[in-house]
T-cell receptor, first 113, second 113 residues
Framework: DGGITQSPKYLFRKEGQNVTLSCEQN?????MYWYRQDPGQGLRLIYY???????QKGDIAEGYSVSREKKESFPLTVTSAQKNPTAFYLC????????????FGDGTRLSIL | QKEVEQDPGPLSVPEGAIVSLNCTYS??????FMWYRQYSRKGPELLMY????GNKEDGRFTAQVDKSSKYISLFIRDSQPSDSATYLC?????????????FGQGTTLQVKP
């Protein structure tokens, strides 16, 4: 089935550690996005990528890094510089056709040990 | 002031009730409006995607957009326990697929049997 796969479902980070969240899509979508969701808040954009080897910062990029080496993959690294990383992380993608909405994966919940 | 405001609820209704979920926004540049449904520990699922003012119907769901009042609504008829979820409104400037989405905080709905 076509879709967006995020892994792992749950992730724990120790102080000072970098962790990487995986996002893979087999929808042949051009654009991919990373959002952060905190309780009682809407989704906030971390990074997005329109094409391979190109990405832009969103509203809350500090403490995060991404890469887009393949069209189907957009991993997010939560670095030790992100002091409040506990959140639900959602990956989304959309096609290059105009006016198409974003579709989401089922998220990764990151917690601090 | 947040760009998009959504009553967080929680909202509790009996099965079969008509549910009204609402968002207001401050920026008249928003042109595309979406409603997502999010079950616990899952990613948001697109329910409705609209552009113009007026109503759009899909089964038991009706999305309403009033651009003059900067107000959007989602109506659920004959609500079912399976409709219990968090509902997120989202908006986008222009037609670019790479434009970021601005989300409301989400409204948690519980439909009691």
């Amino acid at each position: 089935d076509g879709g967006i796969t995020q892994s792992p479902k749950y992730l724990f980070r120790k102080e000072g550690q970098n962790v990487t969240l995986s996002c893979e899509q087999n929808l042949n979508h051009d654009a991919m996005y990373w959002y952060r969701q905190d309780p009682g808040q809407g989704l906030r954009l971390i990074y997005y990528s329109q094409i391979v080897n190109d990405f832009q910062k969103g509203d809350i990029a500090e403490g995060y890094s991404v890469s887009r080496e393949k069209k189907e993959s957009f991993p997010l690294t939560v670095t030790s510089a992100q002091k409040n990383p506990t959140a639900f992380y959602l990956c989304a993608s959309t096609s290059g056709v105009r006016n198409q909405p974003q579709h989401f994966g089922d998220g990764t919940r990151l917690s601090i040990l | 002031q947040k760009e998009v405001e959504q009553d967080p609820g929680p909202l509790s209704v009996p099965e079969g009730a008509i549910v009204s979920l609402n968002c207001t926004y401050s920026n008249s540049a928003f042109q595309y409006f979406m409603w997502y449904r999010q079950y616990s520990r899952k990613g948001p699922e697109l329910l409705m995607y609209t552009y113009s003012s007026g109503n759009k119907e899909d089964g038991r769901f009706t999305a309403q957009v009033d651009k003059s009042s900067k107000y959007i609504s989602l109506f659920i008829r004959d609500s079912q326990p399976s409709d219990s979820a968090t509902y997120l409104c989202a908006m986008k400037y222009g037609s670019s697929n790479t434009g970021k989405l601005i989300f409301g905080q989400g409204t948690t709905l519980q439909v009691k049997p």
